[in-house]
């Protein structure tokens, strides 16, 4: 007889489909809602664990890169946007959402030299989050890049932005003040402080 899974200990289980079979919802129809210009809008019917049926909307997106860039003094590349939905300016490390078929880090080595005008000599892929797991499909890839070189930069057309530098200190004085609250950009300080303190290691490389 099998034995029975300890619920606490689920979470960390190797056997993925042995512990979530019963969380899993199976999709019955899918519908496109709104196409437009690089997101979509879908509503589909799923079937739950239970076997009753459920509407999911949900948004389509394309997936996106983060870079946390690192300057010789050990200040961070910021950026302040203004993000209409929220209605306000926005402190942030550059990012952007991928091409059709572009791979992260050349999104990344985009993004960096279009928006702030830096190109990388080292780069390192951090690793990945979701950030809206409740109604997106978005990935972002996290990436680091050092030995920075100041070019000109290229904003797409109606972008506005302005580019400056900060410590860490001051990131994380504005993360504790409300003043930096977005979401990708905080991931992106955690994990720098998790390097800096040799708890994550990155591996580097060379372009």
């Known amino acids: ?106 999104c990344a080595q985009r993004e960096l030299l279009e928006e702030t ?4 000599k080292r780069w390192a892929k951090a690793g990945i989050m979701h950030p809206v797991i409740g109604y997106a499909t978005e990935v972002i890839e996290v990436w680091f890049a050092d030995e920075l070189t100041l070019g000109e930069r290229h904003l797409d057309d109606g972008e506005f932005l302005d580019v400056f530098a900060a410590s860490q200190q001051e990131l994380e004085d504005w993360m504790r003040d409300g003043l930096l609250t977005d979401a990708k950009t905080v991931v992106g300080m955690m994990w720098l402080l998790q390097w800096r303190a040799g708890r994550w290691p990155l591996a580097w490389q060379s372009v």
Request: charged letters at 25%.
């Open 1 to 106: 007889m099998t034995a029975p899974i300890d619920p606490l200990l689920a979470p960390h289980a190797t056997d993925a489909s042995a512990t979530e079979a019963h969380l899993r919802e199976d999709t019955v129809s899918s519908d496109t809602v709104y196409q437009g210009h690089f997101l979509q809008l879908r509503k589909d019917r799923v079937r739950l664990p239970d076997g009753r049926e459920a509407a999911r909307e949900y948004v389509v997106h394309p997936g996106a890169v983060m870079v946390v860039p690192i300057l010789p003094d050990g200040r961070l590349v910021m950026e302040r946007q203004y993000r209409y939905p929220v209605r306000q300016t926005m402190i942030e490390f550059p990012a952007g959402k991928l091409d059709a078929g572009e791979g992260g880090q050349a």
């Open 117 to 120: 005008g830096y190109s990388a």
